[in-house]
C-alpha cells in the first residue's frame, strides 16, 4: 500500500516557477515508477511527466518538455515537478501517480495503482 500527498501548488504569473513535491508513504516506495498527471477544468486527466525507480530514466509530455523536470529522492520518499517558464494553459488540478510495475508507456494512460489528492495549480496571464 502507498500513499501520496501532493503539496506547493499556488498561483503564479505567466513565466514563474513552481515546484510540486509528492510524499510517498511505504517501505517500497524506491520500487514504484512515479510520475505526475493534470486535469484543467472541463477536460480529461493527461500525462505530464514520469520517472522509474533509479530516477535514471524520464519522460515528459510534449506540452512541457524542456521546462518541466521530475525528479525524486527515494531516501526522502519524495518525488518532485520542478516547473519553470509556466503558462496559463498549465493550470490545471497536479496529482501523483504511482504503479509498482508495467512500462514507461503504460504509465502513461493514467492506469496507475495509486493516486494523491491532488493540488492546484494557477497560471495568470
Known amino acids: 500500500q502507498v500513499q501520496l500527498v501532493e503539496s506547493g501548488g499556488g498561483l503564479v504569473q505567466a513565466g514563474g516557477s513552481l515546484r510540486l513535491s509528492c510524499a510517498a508513504s511505504?517501505?517500497?516506495?524506491?520500487?514504484?515508477?512515479m510520475g505526475w498527471f493534470r486535469q484543467a477544468p472541463g477536460k480529461e486527466r493527461e500525462f505530464v511527466a514520469a520517472?522509474?525507480?533509479?530516477?535514471?530514466?524520464?519522460y515528459y509530455a510534449d506540452s512541457v518538455k524542456g521546462r518541466f523536470t521530475i525528479s525524486r529522492d527515494n531516501a526522502k520518499n519524495m518525488v518532485y515537478l520542478h516547473m519553470n517558464s509556466l503558462k496559463p494553459e498549465d493550470t490545471a488540478v497536479y496529482y501523483c501517480?504511482?504503479?509498482?510495475?508495467?512500462?514507461?508507456?503504460?504509465?502513461?494512460?493514467?492506469?496507475?495503482?495509486?493516486w494523491g489528492q491532488g493540488t492546484q495549480v494557477t497560471v495568470s496571464s
Open positions: 511505504g517501505r517500497t516506495f524506491r520500487n514504484y515508477r
Open positions: 520517472i522509474n525507480w533509479s530516477g535514471g530514466s524520464t
Open positions: 501517480a504511482a504503479d509498482p510495475g508495467g512500462t514507461m508507456a503504460a504509465f502513461t494512460t493514467g492506469r496507475s495503482r495509486y
